[in-house]
């Protein structure tokens, strides 16, 4: 995972008088998150390999809001819509696809009552659109016949009724496809939405990432599969806090793809 | 004298129906205290909800073992309802079994109805063990103590008292009609009474005519007293999902209502020609009030989710921080939400219909912030309920509440805010560096 990635920003095209197909949406784990940057450039290979074009805001891109207002902080969230829809409605944006589901989520829920209406794709639903169309060859590889897992984002899920684009890409790769116990509308959160992620669980019994990696478990998987940040960073603890981590990975279904592929 | 049960009967009826009409009347009220819905668009897709998910119990299902004795106890109520309309019609006029004019399709119409008995019964039997043998962790929550809980069998016994009584009636009917007795003539088909007439062998005419009366009377009656029963119990749901579901949402469940007097204010903090000493123009409203911390800042559509709920607890027992030992329950929250507007609106009654300050709310008096705080806003409780009541929405209402009324969020939450309003990302991470991970290894 060393080759060189092109990540044209915005600003770029728009000097060139350009116009990409797609705008990726990095989003702020995308950008700053250590394991998060990791999926943003298994999927940046993946556009580059597809050929397609795609530019980044960069530094012009500013949190959706998100845990602003799921935190109950509408001021917030509407400044920080604001100001990114001034940015994406100022280069013309027609589509967006983000690897992140809850940005996702904002941009294609939240954003069009603000003045802000595009296409928004999560990655796992472009990723298929170019399996489609052809761009993108999907070969299970290294992954074939492992057992795998996916722990579905809520926010693609439930809140957006995408269950089948990331398992169907996983079906390309060949793996073998175990679900947990609750999967699909009935998938547990991992427990990081609705701005959990930045603060300490309200005291309980045990913390959701760690119910939801033992139900994850409970499939004996070799890879637990995600389709969001967040997601990854829950089960990633939950993995070592079992002391798995070892056996297990968890994995962006995108980097799957890439590793696959040995980009 | 020869009309005096004709009499007795249409006061009882009058008795009941408008003893229940004033009740749902102030159900009507105190829904209205929340805040007006504005206009209700896509009716076709509500309606066509109304089929699918109320009507078709689609959601019931999800569950297989309580969606299926649920269906049957559902189907046997609204059929049984046909002889209830037969009922009023002979103790109104005075007739016996009146729609035996029918024909032969009234013997398949009452085996029908008692077949549909017999499996209500079985359906509350096994209602009751899971309640109370079984005791599924969902009936156990600590909300459930108490009244709810006893509400819950209370409202299974009546069940089987009225198809008790129905199968007496008709057991005792079709002895009468086997004696030849005058007034009971041939009616009917009692493919499950059939089995209790051993028991009234021997029994005089006279006899027999009593239990046949007394079966009768004590069926409407109790009928009558379970129609009161609702608006004291959780029971409302059986005429309130029916508008709950056309209310329902309709956006995808991720998205969240946008604030508008926040937009407006926004907009105006955004645009640089806006004149920062302006006062607001005469006769400008006072801003609205942000979240909710009390009923009154509800919506309509939440209150009426409120009490629509009936407190079958799928919502708890898939809620992530329930299921983890937390404090929040979303049943608990339309449960607190209903009280509370009870309490509101007997402050009214009180009142000669205004408010009086109580010193209570919504807020800590009801629903802790603990609770509020522990929410993923995953929608589990959305997607689990079968009669489409939104929780999260409450939750996060009162949560706009606390932070935009009180600064009241959890110190962890205020230095993530202050990072997004200072850097646009959660993370103490400079926006310049926001792209560095383009060149990074």
Redesign the interface.
């Known amino acids: 995972m060393s080759e060189q990635i092109n990540v044209p920003t915005m600003a770029q095209f728009m000097a060139q008088g350009k116009q990409p197909e797609v705008l990726f949406w990095v989003g702020c784990a995308g950008s700053f998150d250590d394991r998060a940057k990791k999926i943003t450039k298994a999927f940046a290979k993946l556009l580059n390999n597809a050929g397609v074009e795609f530019a980044v805001l960069g530094t012009e891109e500013g949190c959706t809001g998100d845990p602003a207002k799921r935190a109950g902080n509408e001021f917030l969230f509407q400044m920080q819509a604001m100001m990114n829809i001034q940015v994406l409605n100022g280069y013309e944006i027609k589509k967006i696809v983000t690897t992140c589901p809850h940005c996702f989520n904002t941009l294609k829920n939240e954003y069009p009552q603000l003045g802000g209406s595009y296409e928004v794709m999560h990655h796992t639903q472009f990723l298929k659109s170019l399996l489609n169309e052809g761009k993108l060859k999907v070969e299970g590889g290294k992954f074939k016949g492992k057992r795998i897992t996916f722990h579905d984002p809520c926010y693609l899920g439930r809140a957006n009724n995408e269950y089948e684009a990331p398992r169907e890409l996983l079906g390309k790769l060949e793996v073998e496809l175990v679900e947990m116990k609750r999967c699909k509308s009935r998938g547990l959160c991992c427990g990081a939405g609705g701005a959990q992620m930045f603060k300490e669980p309200e005291p309980g019994d045990k913390d959701i990432n760690i119910e939801r990696t033992e139900e994850a478990l409970e499939t004996q998987p070799k890879i637990i599969a995600a389709g969001c940040p967040f997601c990854n960073t829950m089960m990633t603890d939950g993995v070592k806090n079992k002391e798995k981590e070892d056996e297990i990975e968890v994995m962006d279904v995108a980097e799957m793809i890439a590793n696959a592929a040995d980009l | 004298m020869q009309y005096l049960p004709n009499i007795l009967f249409l006061l009882l009826l009058i008795a009941g129906i408008g003893y229940f009409t004033k009740n749902i009347r102030k159900v009507i009220r105190n829904i209205k205290i929340g805040q007006e819905i504005g206009e209700v668009d896509q009716k076709g897709k509500r309606w066509s909800n109304v089929l699918r998910i109320a009507l078709g119990q689609s959601k019931m299902v ?1 569950r297989p073992v309580s969606g299926l004795m649920h269906i049957i106890v559902y189907v046997g109520f609204v059929i049984i309802n046909i002889e209830v309309l037969e009922i009023i019609i002979d103790g109104l006029f005075g007739t016996h079994r009146i729609f035996a004019v029918i024909g032969p399709a009234y013997d398949y119409l009452i085996a029908s109805f008692e077949v549909l008995a017999l499996l209500v019964l079985v359906a509350v039997a096994v209602f009751w063990i899971r309640r109370n043998i079984q005791r599924l962790k969902r009936f156990m929550s600590p909300e459930m103590k108490g009244w709810p809980q006893n509400d819950g069998n209370i409202i299974l016994y009546f069940e089987v008292v009225l198809m008790l009584l129905f199968l007496t009636m008709n057991a005792a009917d079709h002895s009468l009609q086997d004696m030849g007795a005058a007034h009971y003539s041939e009616a009917g088909m009692f493919p499950v009474s059939n089995h209790l007439l051993p028991l009234f062998s021997g029994l005089t005419e006279g006899t027999l005519v009593m239990i046949e009366r007394i079966a009768w009377w004590m069926h409407i009656i109790g009928i009558l007293v379970f129609l009161n029963y609702l608006y004291f119990s959780k029971h409302l749901h059986i005429l309130l999902a029916f508008p709950n579901v056309y209310f329902g949402k309709l ?6 209502k ?2 508008e007097s ?2 407006n ?3 105006l ?2 645009d640089p020609s806006a004149d920062p000493y302006a006062a607001p123009p005469e006769g400008a409203e006072t801003p609205a009030k ?2 909710a911390s009390d009923v009154m800042d509800l919506s309509r559509t939440q209150l009426l989710n409120a009490y629509t709920c009936t407190e079958c607890g799928r919502c708890t027992s ?1 809620c ?2 329930n ?6 329950s979303p049943r608990k929250i339309m449960m607190d939400t209903r009280d509370r507007l009870q309490e509101v609106g007997k402050n009214l009654d009180a009142n000669k219909g205004e408010f009086k300050p109580d010193g209570k709310q919504l807020l800590d008096d009801y629903i802790s912030r ?1 609770e509020l ?8 409780c ?3 309920c079968p009669v489409s009541i939104d929780p999260l929405s409450i939750i ?1 209402d ?7 009324e009180q600064s009241a ?2 110190s ?2 205020n ?3 202050t990072n ?2 200072n850097n ?4 103490p ?1 400079n ?8 060149n ?2």
Do not use: H, S
């Not at chain 2, 956006?251 to 969240?256: A, D, E, I, S």
């Not at chain 2, 705080?373 to 589990?380: D, E, L, S, V």
């Not at chain 2, 646009?424 to 993370?427: E, F, L, Q, T, Y």
């Not at chain 2, 926006?431 to 383009?438: C, E, F, S």
């Open positions: 999800v956006t995808p469940k991720g998205q969240l946008n604030l926040v937009t204010e926004v907009k903090m955004m942000f979240g898939e992530p921080a299921q983890t030992g937390k404090k929040l603990e705080w522990a929410c993923t806003t995953c929608n589990a959305v997607e689990a996060m009162m949560r706009q509440f606390l932070v935009m969020a959890p962890e939450l230095v993530t805010m997004i309003e646009a990302a959660p993370w991470f926006q310049m560096d926001r792209a560095n991970w383009i990074e290894n």
